[in-house]
């Protein structure tokens, strides 16, 4: 067994991994925490971040300037993992989707304009024993 | 952190018995509080797990562990957010970090006050089960004492005096951060100390902070007690059943499975009215683990979890690897079977057994980890004479016989003198 010390002589970094799947070809602008790019996607994305730990922060995908009329099926798809585990689609309905369609419900499929915010609002790991099910916590 | 029947403190509810220890009157509620030995005494021990050492007294969770049997040291790193799959980060990460620190950094003192009490009220009980011990039913002592297999009967617990009791309270109620109270008999809801407790938490006002926790034999029912918990933040209520056949009845004697059914029942409806969290509670022995499945068979219709402590330890008799390997065979396959006929999508592990979402997961679980006990452990059928004596001897005082629920095993017992 390790003692404590060494045990916590570790790159205490989180392994963001964002996978973005086009339909058409969307006008997307993301942010995860300080960072933020704007693309117009044509083929399968994929972004990786090292993020804080213990730092809250948001995942905001936001897709603009589709015409519905010109290109209705336009949209893009979302995958996230955190140091390889699944985040969404599978807490899909832990995400906001504020959309000029009024569409509210769980999805990782951004086919409106409009901002896809998944906020992560106390340090990543108390954020997935939370969501798990692992019950309570020593506070 | 736990009180045991003597009023001794003990560092962790999963601590390895031995009768050596369970007696300290140095660090009993008598000569010390338990913030005392919370902070202070518990030190050692706490420093011991920081400079990543093993103490003997978490052996049986490293046994669970390595049969895959969700230990108490997992269960409760989990309180602390920590979890085996991510263990380092999950660690840096935990809410207790600071504390941590603080201890790592302070010879392994802490400021912290506890959270977290295993209570044991001492040995009132009704039921007198074959695998239980005097210190856990004073019927069973009774009977132990009549037989001659004890000089006399365990002094009577700590919380049978009112002065300790209410003492216990106060500093439960000082306590800042408690969060989850474990109750533990003899049977809880008779135990005078289990009502008086609650009412005395109920009164001082920190009842709704407060999650129960206890296991209840199903032979009694009590309106009032039901009332008295309906008044906390939840309950964890544990059901204790071996096996939904006859064969209960001999283990959990002198219970009666058709009372025992309608209880369970009852049971569960009132978790569910009350949003209660439950769990079947299990002591598989060599005597019951054929029929283990049949309680998995309920949970699973009830979506309930099954869990058991640990796999038992002592009575070394009635360990499950007491079975001879014919025995062991067809156990192994029964269980292999039901495994077979139940399916669930998830395979990572359960950690928080009592999360409801994952009671089918967990039993599975569960099952696979006797499976693999069966598998492994070593083949012990020499204590197989020592069982059948202390059989023998229980049967001549109750009128009973093992053989009358286990008729298959009569061949196994007659040759070991039956």
């Keep these: ?84 585990i699944n985040i969404i689609p599978k807490y899909d309905y832990l995400a906001e989707y504020d959309n000029d369609h009024d569409y509210h419900k769980p999805t990782s499929h951004l086919g409106f304009n409009g901002k896809w915010t998944l906020t992560f609002d106390c340090p990543f790991y108390h954020w997935l024993h939370l969501h798990s099910g692992q019950g309570w916590l020593f506070g | ?80 957010g920590i979890q085996d799959g991510f263990f380092k980060k999950t660690l840096a990460s935990s809410p207790l970090r600071a504390d941590l620190d603080y201890s790592n950094q302070n010879q392994g003192h802490t400021n912290r006050t506890v959270s977290d009490w295993q209570i044991d009220l001492g040995n009132y009980c009704n039921s007198a089960c074959v695998f239980c011990s005097p210190e856990s039913s004073s019927r069973l002592a009774a009977e132990f004492l009549k037989l001659g297999m004890i000089d006399q009967v365990p002094p009577s617990s700590w919380c049978d005096d009112p002065v300790l009791l209410k003492k216990f309270v106060k500093d439960l109620q000082a306590s800042n951060q408690l969060h989850y109270l474990h109750f533990i008999g003899g049977e809880t809801l008779i135990t005078p100390g289990f009502e008086k407790i609650l009412i005395d938490l109920i009164d001082c006002g920190i009842a709704k902070q407060i999650t129960i926790g206890f296991t209840t034999n199903l032979t009694v029912w009590r309106d009032n007690i039901v009332d008295l918990l309906a008044q906390f933040k939840n ?124 009671a089918h997961d967990q039993i599975l679980q569960d099952a696979h980890s006797y499976l693999n006990y069966l598998d492994q452990s070593p083949d012990e059928s020499y204590r197989l004479s020592d069982l059948v004596r202390y059989l023998k001897q229980l049967d001549s005082n109750r009128g009973n016989s093992i053989l009358t629920y286990l008729p298959e095993y009569e061949t196994l017992f007659r040759s070991a003198g039956y």
Aim: aromatic content about 8%; glycine content about 2%; charged content about 25%.
């Design chain 1, 1 to 84: 067994m390790k003692r404590y010390s060494d045990l916590l002589d570790i790159d205490t970094r989180l392994n963001l991994r964002l996978e973005l799947e086009p339909i058409g070809n969307p006008d997307i602008c993301i942010s995860v925490d300080n960072y933020q790019q704007d693309y117009i996607l044509s083929d399968n994305k994929i972004i990786d971040y090292r993020l804080d730990l213990l730092k809250p922060f948001s995942v905001v995908i936001e897709l603009r300037n589709k015409q519905y009329n010109l290109n209705n099926e336009t949209a893009v798809i979302v995958k996230l993992s955190i140091d390889d």
């Design chain 2, 1 to 80: 952190m736990r009180i045991n029947n003597s009023g001794t403190y003990e560092s962790c509810r999963w601590k390895k018995q031995n009768a050596t220890t369970r007696v300290n009157f140095e660090h009993n509620i008598r000569n010390q509080t338990p913030l005392n030995y919370f902070q202070k005494t518990m030190s050692e021990f706490r420093q011991e797990l920081l400079d990543g050492q093993t103490p003997g007294i978490c052996s049986d969770c490293y046994n669970m562990d390595q049969h895959g049997k969700v230990s108490g040291r997992q269960r409760q790193l989990l309180k602390a």
């Design chain 2, 235 to 358: 309950v964890n209520l544990g059901i204790s059943i071996e096996t939904m056949t006859s064969l209960n009845d001999y283990v959990r004697w002198p219970s009666q499975i058709d009372k025992v059914t309608n209880l369970l029942n009852q049971w569960i409806e009132t978790a569910q009215k009350y949003n209660w969290l439950v769990q079947l509670r299990v002591t598989p022995t060599c005597l019951t683990m054929h029929e283990l499945h049949t309680v998995y068979d309920y949970a699973w219709q009830h979506n309930i979890a099954v869990e058991s402590c640990n796999f038992i330890d002592r009575p070394e008799y009635m360990r499950i690897s007491v079975l001879p390997l014919a025995q062991r065979t067809i156990t192994r396959q029964k269980l292999s079977n039901w495994i077979d006929q139940h399916t669930t999508s998830n395979t990572d592990t359960v950690v928080n057994t009592r999360d409801p979402n994952r």
